[in-house]
C-alpha cells in the first residue's frame, strides 16, 4: 500500500470504509488536532506506517470519559498508540506559574480543555477498557521525559515512572519512527510485547516475579537509585540524574533499571541515529500539509509552523529548560539539500504560501 497523496489518513468509521477497508492494522490516539504536515508526529508516524504498508487510523483528541470513542475503527489489528500530543498536557494546561492557560495552540481555535491533565494515563486507561489484550504502546515527549521516576513540578512531588502509571505494554522514547516500524512488523509476524523488550529505545515494567535482565547486547544493566531513594533522599535523586544523563549516547549507553516497590522499570539504550537517505524519506511523504477538513477554525500551532521546513534534529546544548537533547539526542541527523529544496518547492507551489 503506497501512501496516497492529498488524502488524510482515516479519523472516523466512515473514513476508514471510505477506503475499503473493515479494520485498522493501528489506531493512533493523540491530544493534538490531526495536522497532516511533518511538524505533527501523529502524521509523520502514520504515514511511515502507511508506507510500510499498514492501515492506519488518527482518534484525535476524543472524549475521555468513556471508552466509546476508542471503539470508532473496531478493534485495531496490531496496537494503540497513545500519546499526550507533541508537547506535555500539562505544559499545554498551565503557566509556569500553575495557572491554566487561556488557549491550547494545538486545539481548534485553541480551545483549552479538548485533552485531559496527564493525556497519557487516561489514553491508556481508555485503551485497555475499549479493547482488552490489544497491546498498549506509549510515546512522545510526554511519556519519554517521565519513563523513570521524576520530579513533577505541577504537583511539586517525585512521580514514579509513567510506565507503571499508564499501565502501557511499552513506552518508547524519542524520536518514533524506526521503532514503530519495527513494532509493526514484529507484531505482524506474530511476535509477543514482550519479545519487543530487545529493542533499542524502549521502557518497560517487570512484575515482581520476573527474571532481571543483565544486559543488553554487550552491555551490563546499571542499577539507578530507587523509586523510594529519589523520593526521600534529594543525593540519590541526584545521582539517578547523573546517571541517567550519562547514558544518553546511543554508542556506548548501558541499560538502566530502577527499583518501584516490588516493581521495577527498564529502559534499554537509544534509538540509534538516522541515516540522512532516511530522514529524506521520512519528509517526502505525501502530507496533505494542512489540518483535516473536520475542522471549523484555525490550529494556532499550524499557522506558525505551516511555512517552517525540517533540516535537521538534534542539540548537543542540553538547555535545562529544553527538551529537544532529552527527547531528539544529542547527535544532528540532517536532511540533504535536495530533499529540503524540494519541500519549499513544494510549499511555494501552495496558492496559500505567503512566503
Keep these: 500500500m503506497k501512501p496516497q497523496a492529498n488524502l488524510f489518513l482515516p479519523t472516523n468509521r466512515e473514513e476508514m470504509q471510505n477506503r475499503g477497508w473493515n479494520e485498522v492494522d493501528v489506531v493512533f490516539v493523540t491530544g493534538d488536532a490531526y495536522v497532516d504536515h511533518p511538524s505533527f508526529a501523529m502524521a509523520i508516524l502514520g504515514r511511515v506506517l502507511e508506507r510500510e504498508g ?128 519495527e513494532i509493526a512488523k514484529r507484531l505482524q509476524r506474530g511476535e509477543t510485547v514482550k519479545d519487543l523488550r530487545q529493542m533499542r529505545g524502549v521502557a518497560y515494567a517487570l512484575g515482581a516475579k520476573e527474571d532481571r535482565p543483565q544486559a543488553f547486547e554487550d552491555k551490563p544493566i546499571i542499577a539507578l537509585p530507587s ?33 518501584h516497590g516490588a516493581q521495577a522499570v527498564v529502559t534499554t539504550p537509544p534509538s540509534l541515529p538516522i541515516s540522512r537517505g532516511k530522514m529524506d524519506g521520512i519528509y517526502d511523504l505525501p502530507y496533505v500539509r494542512k489540518p483535516h477538513p473536520k475542522y471549523r477554525e484555525a490550529i494556532p500551532a499550524y499557522e506558525m509552523i505551516k511555512d517552517s521546513v525540517t533540516i535537521m534534529r538534534g542539540c548537543f546544548g542540553g538547555c535545562t529548560f529544553c527538551s529537544i537533547t532529552a527527547h531528539q539526542g544529542r547527535i544532528i541527523q540532517s536532511r540533504s539539500k535536495v530533499s529540503i529544496l524540494r519541500e519549499i518547492n513544494q510549499m511555494a507551489s501552495d496558492p496559500d504560501f505567503k512566503g
Aim: charged share 25%; aromatic share 12%; hydrophobic share 35%.
Design 227 to 259: 523509586y523510594e531513594a529519589v523520593n526521600s533522599d534529594r543525593f540519590a535523586f541526584a545521582e539517578a540524574t547523573r546517571l541517567i544523563h550519562t547514558h544518553t549516547n546511543p554508542f556506548n549507553a548501558h541499560p538502566l533499571i530502577q527499583d
Design 54 to 181: 499498514f492501515r492506519v487510523a488518527i482518534l484525535s483528541q476524543p472524549d475521555w470519559n468513556s471508552c466509546e470513542p476508542w471503539r470508532e475503527f473496531g478493534r485495531p489489528r496490531l496496537f494503540f498508540a497513545v500519546s499526550a500530543g507533541n508537547m506535555d498536557s500539562l505544559i499545554n494546561h498551565y503557566t509556569a506559574n500553575k495557572k491554566v492557560r487561556n488557549d491550547d495552540a494545538y486545539s481548534p481555535g485553541g480551545r483549552i480543555g479538548l485533552r485531559p491533565d496527564r493525556a497519557t494515563l487516561a489514553y491508556c486507561q481508555r485503551s485497555r477498557e475499549a479493547y482488552s489484550g490489544v497491546p498498549v504502546i506509549a510515546g512522545g515527549v510526554e511519556a519519554s521525559l517521565r519513563r523513570l521516576a521524576h520530579y513533577d513540578y505541577w504537583s511539586d512531588t517525585v512521580k514514579r515512572s509513567i510506565v507503571l502509571d499508564s499501565k502501557a505494554d511499552l513506552v518508547v522514547y524519542g524520536m518514533g519512527e524506526e521503532p514503530i516500524i
